[in-house]
Nanobody
Framework: QVQLQESGPGLVKPSQPLSLTCTVSGASITTSFYYWSWIRQPPGKGREWMGAIGYRGDTVYSPALKSRTSISRDTSKNQFTLELSSVTPEDTGIYYC??????????????????WGQGTQVTVSS
């Protein structure tokens, strides 16, 4: 059974970078054909998919966040990491990592989440 656990700072100052790590157990992040995503949920709003890294190490990002987002992985530790630059209070929320498959819906690629971490609260404040 796969388990995912987010870790990182709970408080970040505005304009600083945010770095979160997802540690995976029970499955390898190189297992075909899974994608490993980051999702966030601001207070009072819906969940927002931020980006993903695939089993081959390929990355894909939300167009809205692409300029500030980077996802990488360490296969030796079975971890993948989110980096978000120049954070603002609007980046406050609960951040989740998840695993799923990529699906083609019409002409759009969707990155599903079937297995989730418990989420970690990130607050951007001075």
């Amino acid at each position: 059974q796969v388990q995912l656990q987010e870790s990182g700072p709970g408080l970040v100052k505005p304009s600083q970078p945010l770095s979160l790590t997802c540690t995976v157990s029970g499955a390898s992040i190189t297992t075909s054909f899974y994608y490993w995503s980051w999702i966030r949920q601001p207070p009072g709003k819906g969940r927002e998919w931020m980006g993903a890294i695939g089993y081959r190490g390929d990355t894909v990002y939300s167009p809205a966040l692409k300029s500030r987002t980077s996802i990488s992985r360490d296969t030796s530790k079975n971890q993948f990491t989110l980096e978000l630059s120049s954070v603002t209070p609007e980046d406050t929320g609960i951040y989740y990592c998840c695993r799923g498959l990529r699906a083609l819906t019409g002409s759009q690629l969707d990155y599903e989440c079937d297995d989730w971490g418990q989420g970690t609260q990130v607050t951007v404040s001075s």
